[in-house]
């Protein structure tokens, strides 16, 4: 069983920054690939940026510019700096991850998300 912790959440006015952070832990051989996805009030949960084990990064177009995916694989976490931040990005934030399994095979596993308020 694997378990995703993300951190970092908060309320922060227009303009500022916040770092979160979700951190994998639990029996597992490999975390592959990560994502943080997002969840406004009656909307449907978004992607917003993804890194795979190897590094590549993707973003959806209303964060590029602004948010940064890393990870660090020694310590199967995931971080998402967000900078110059926007009312529009208000949401719950959720770590999303790939693991593969000892025995081969790829689960995924979500993270029970971190409340990121932007005041206006």
């Known amino acids: 069983q694997v378990q995703l912790v993300e951190s970092g959440g908060g309320l922060v006015q227009t303009g500022g920054s916040l770092r979160l952070s979700c951190a994998a832990s639990g029996s597992i051989f490999r975390v592959e690939t990560m994502r943080w996805y997002r969840q406004a009030p009656g909307k449907q949960r978004e992607l917003v940026a993804s890194?795979?084990?190897?590094?590549?990064?993707n973003y959806a177009d209303s964060v590029k510019g602004r948010f940064t995916i890393s990870r660090d694989n020694a310590k199967n976490t995931m971080y998402l700096q967000m900078n110059n931040l926007k009312p529009e990005d208000t949401a719950v934030y959720y770590c999303n991850a790939d693991g593969k399994s000892y025995e081969k095979k790829t689960y995924g596993y979500w993270g029970r998300g971190t409340q990121v308020t932007v005041s206006s």
């Open positions: 890194i795979t084990n190897g590094g590549s990064t």
